[in-house]
Each structure stands twice: as C-alpha cells, then as structure tokens.
C-alpha cells in the first residue's frame, strides 16, 4: 500500500488558507439560495405548478427575499424555554453544517497566485471519520431544540431524532467500510485519487475509472438511503411531521434562529451529496467518456465543474423524493434500518473483504470464480428478499371492520373511519339525523 500523500495540506501561506474558508462559507450560503430556488421549481415542474417566477430573473430572488424576512423577523422564545440552550441548539447545527466542507476535496491541483495548492481546505488520514463524527455532534442541535423548548411536540421530535441518527448513522458508517477496504485509505483526496486510477478488471484495462458506486454498488443503495434519513428530508422527515408534530423540534423556533436551522437543512442536503461524490462517484474526475478522451478537462480547475454538476444531480434526487414518495410510517422507518439496511451491510461487508483479498491476491482464475460465486450469491439474496416480502404479505390479509361503529385499531393500526362507519360518541348523532330523514319533508317544519 502507497503512504499517503498530504504533502500539499498543512503548507498553504495563513492568507491563502483565510481565502480558502471564506470561498467556502460564502460558496454555501450562495448555493442553498439556488438550491431552495432549485427545489421550488423543479417540485413544481412535477406538480404541473410554474413555481417561483415573479421576483428576480426566473424568481431567484424569491429565495433572496425569504430570507431577508426570516432575518428581520421578530424573534420569539416560550417563556418557560431554557434560554441558553435554545439559542445554542441553532449554533451548534449551523457550525456542523459548515464543517465537514473543511476535509472535501472540490478538485484538483490548481496553481493560485504563485502557490500550488488542492482546491480542498484540508485533509487527514482520518478525514471520513471526522465527517462522521460532525454529522454525530450536529444531532445535539435538534436534540436541546427539543428538550429546551418545553413543548410535548418537540420533545417528540428530538427523540425521534436521535432514534434516528442512531439507527441510519450505523448504516452509514457501515456502507462507509467497503470504501475503506478497497481504497485502503480514510483520506477523502486519496480516495477520490484511487477512483481516478483505471480500472481492470482481470488485468484488462477497459479504458474506465474505477469508481466506488458500481464495485461497491451494495454500499451505494444503503449510503444513498442512510443520507436521505440522516438529513430528516423526505419521505423519512418524522421528527418535523407537520400532520402528527406541528413541526416537532422547530416547532417554538421563528425568526433568525429559524432561518439557522433552514439555513444547515439545506448545508446538510449538499453535504451528504458531497460525501456521496468523494466517496462513491469518483469526486471531481470527469464522468466517462470525457476523462479518456480529453484528459486535460479531467484535472486542475476543471474539477469544480465536475463535482457541483454531480452534487447537484444528487440534490435533485432529494427533491425528487420529496415530488413523489409519501412518508413512511414510524414503525416502518426503523425495520428499515434495524432489520434491513444493517443487517444488509454487515454481509457485504465480509462479502467485500473476501473479493478485496481475492482481487490482491489471487490469480485470475480464483478472480472469475470469486466473480461467479458472488453473481449467485446475490441473486440467491434477492429472491430470498422477494420471497420474505410475499410471504409477510400473505401472513397479513386485510382486515376490514364491520359496518356500524368505527373501531380504530380493528386492522392493527389506527385508521379513518369509512363511508358507513362512525364514531361511538356520535351515535346519538347519527340516530337524530336518521330519524330527521325520515320524518316528512326531512324533518323540517
């Protein structure tokens, strides 16, 4: 294994580091603008609506305008509130949202007034556990949002959030791990530098990178589901529901306090985006046929295009989500990640460091058979799947209540009445409003 090459980190003149930040936190603040523009519109576009369109060129400065209102906006705080802690809950989340794009790269080696430089503010050999451990402290921002509010609904909230965070960063961390084993590294710039390397399988170069999504496909679907429930967007926003929650830890907060939690929503949507670039869509390299055919746009400031065109595809999916999918139920939202997405990744784990062992050091013969035995490895799991899922609904007939008086939790769950059924306690109703039909000309004198 080649040692790390960090030899440009840590080098930068003080006021070259000072520009890096700043481009960074101004980049963020500018692109959840367009982004909140972008998923008004294109949510829109899906429900047959125009979207924003009246202030500013194509309504961009609606998202402006909401803002500025959110930041002159009395400020309100319940009079039984823990006062510090629920004006430190926002901080703490809009700090972890800015900081895990400290370790990102966003490109290549790039020359910036006289010094050579890596378009990334920094970098570590443990730079995806740092994103991890950011990603874990920010919960406390939803948390004391919670606890400090001394409302019943945010309470609700902040414990659904760190159910949550509990169970979907698990399945994060873990689809994080077949990225480690073939990468041999947990640098964030060495890892997008192995995907760019070529990728030949069998010894035959096929003229494509290497990229995570594909080798480590398994880990792409739980990484792509985990960071849609660990940044509380829907269809897994539980703990902001408006329908069961008003809007669960938010719910007591307005004004600029309001606008920092918007504010990380949106930082946090591109975050995950980004990891899920370093991590799996080869980071800043030209997609292919662009990297083998023009190599010179697959380096140096070229890579900024590159890894924003894929962020943003990956933040059109979250909008997409949004457009499409009802929420899941909250008993269905934690099967998901206790009984599937985990499970699931603790066995292609072992499944992933046998090929990685195989692929180093085996022959191409013991290659292809390896390849074979994890084709119908993974077809056998997938019917088991499919055949788990038809039997559990065929153990589980619907259950309809009889007419008459309506009983919530007659089908297991609690339901809406029918047409013909009512409530026990409008009985009385309902035999008055019957007898009143009857009677000549509906009851009415």
């Not at 679907?221 to 660990?230: F, G, N, P």
């Not at 990744?345 to 292809?368: E, K, N």
């Amino acid at each position: 294994m080649n040692p790390l090459d960090l030899s440009l980190f840590g080098t930068d003149p003080w006021w070259l580091a000072l520009i890096k930040v700043i481009i960074v936190v101004v980049l963020l603040l500018t692109w959840t603008i367009f982004n909140v523009w972008f998923e008004r519109r294109l949510v829109g576009k899906m429900q047959h609506r125009l979207g924003p369109i009246m202030n500013g060129p194509f309504g961009l400065g609606q998202a402006l305008a909401d803002g500025l209102k959110l930041l002159f906006k009395e400020d309100f705080r319940p009079s039984k509130a823990d006062k510090v802690i629920f004006t430190l809950a926002p901080i703490i989340a809009g700090v972890c949202a800015f900081g895990a794009w400290a370790v990102i790269p966003l490109g290549g080696t790039v020359e910036i007034f006289g010094v050579t430089t890596k378009l990334q503010v920094t970098d570590m050999p443990v730079a995806v556990l740092l994103i991890l451990a950011i990603s874990s402290v920010a919960i406390y921002g939803f948390v004391l949002a919670g606890w400090s509010s001394n409302s019943p609904y945010s309470l609700l909230g902040a414990m659904r959030s760190s159910a949550q965070m509990i169970s979907y960063e698990v399945a994060m961390g873990l689809s994080m791990v077949g990225v480690f084993l073939f990468s041999g590294t947990m640098s964030t710039s060495e890892i997008v530098d192995k995907q760019g390397a070529p990728f030949a399988p069998f010894g035959i170069d096929i003229g494509v990178q290497q990229w995570y999504w594909f080798l480590l496909f398994p880990s792409f679907v739980v990484y792509a589901i985990s960071m849609v429930a660990e940044t509380n967007r829907a269809p897994f926003d539980l703990i902001e529901c408006e329908q069961e929650l008003v809007s669960g830890h938010l719910t007591e907060y307005s004004g600029f306090r309001y606008a920092i939690y918007f504010l990380a929503e949106y930082i946090n949507m591109a975050t995950v985006s980004a990891v899920c670039t370093t991590l799996f869509l080869g980071g800043w390299h030209a997609p292919w046929p662009i990297n083998a055919l023009i190599p010179a746009m697959d380096a140096g400031w070229w890579g900024l295009l590159w890894f924003f065109l894929k962020v943003q595809v990956l933040i059109g999916g979250f909008v997409w989500l949004r457009g499409t999918l009802p929420r899941f139920r909250y008993d269905q939202f934690m099967d998901l990640g206790w009984k599937w997405l985990i499970p699931i990744s603790l066995v292609w784990i072992m499944l992933a460091g046998s090929m990685r062992w195989v692929f180093a050091h085996g022959g191409i013969a013991t290659q292809a058979g390896f390849v074979i035995v994890a084709i119908i490895f993974g077809v056998l799991l997938v019917a088991l799947v499919i055949s788990l899922l038809l039997e559990r609904a065929a153990d589980k007939p619907l259950v309809m209540p009889p007419a008459g008086p309506f009983n919530a939790f007659a089908g297991g769950y609690p339901v809406p009445p029918n047409d013909d059924e009512y409530l026990p306690e409008m009985a009385e109703v309902v035999t008055s409003e019957a007898t009143a039909a009857e009677a000549p000309n509906g009851g009415q004198a």
